[in-house]
């Protein structure tokens, strides 16, 4: 892959109709967990390992036709979430290391795939910018059903959302991890601003 890649109409349209009232009617969806470079933003978040892919479809049974599709059979750990953006809300220049809470050693994903579920119609502001070492690779304005690859060790950033709406994209960073590693990613975790205690404790 050569920096991203685009899949344009990657599902029917009924499912990110789905998608989008499933996600906002879960408990977990609250003001993000993830750390302030994510400013106004919503959220909450999956951890798991590829041998409990099973036990995230009968949790969150709607996230299942974007794994299908979206996961690489070469990782092993995965870090999804979805991400609400509305007016004002922006994600600031980062690398994604999210594992990193659980293993101090994990190295930035092999891959990170985002699937663009909501855009407001005319959007000002919103693109997904893409960098490396300063140097940018791409603007990336979001398209509705679009389902978006790019190579895991960028920089990334979203410029702040300028109009009314919702901005809404279901996040995937994928790791290969090695088996050391492994062992100290839970199997399966939910990560979230509500209940945050008990949804830690389910490994």
């Not at 993000?32 to 009968?58: P, Y």
């Not at 579920?117 to 693109?127: A, F, H, L």
């Amino acid at each position: 892959m050569k920096h991203y890649q685009l899949q344009a109409n990657a599902f029917p349209s009924d499912y990110l109709n789905n998608l989008w009232g499933e996600i906002h009617a879960c408990s977990y969806f609250a003001i993000n967990n993830l750390n302030r470079d994510f400013v106004g933003t919503k959220g909450f978040s999956v951890v798991f390992q590829r041998s409990h892919i099973a036990k995230v479809e009968q949790q969150f049974p709607y996230f299942k036709s974007y794994m299908d599709l979206a996961l690489q059979p070469n990782c092993n750990a995965f870090y999804l979430n979805p991400l609400l953006l509305e007016e004002g809300s922006r994600v600031d220049p980062h690398i994604d290391r999210s594992l990193r809470s659980y293993c101090k050693t994990v190295e930035p994903p092999a891959v990170v795939s985002v699937l663009y579920v909501r855009v407001p119609q005319d959007m000002e502001g919103g693109e997904l910018v893409l960098k490396s070492h300063k140097r940018q690779l791409g603007q990336i304005k979001p398209q509705m059903n679009t389902l978006l690859y790019f190579q895991g060790d960028l920089t990334h950033s979203v410029n702040a959302v300028k109009t009314p709406g919702n901005r809404l994209s279901l996040v995937c960073e994928q790791y290969t991890l090695s088996e050391a590693e492994l062992q100290e990613i839970p199997p399966f975790t939910v990560e979230s601003r509500v209940a945050q205690s008990t949804t830690k404790k389910r490994k």
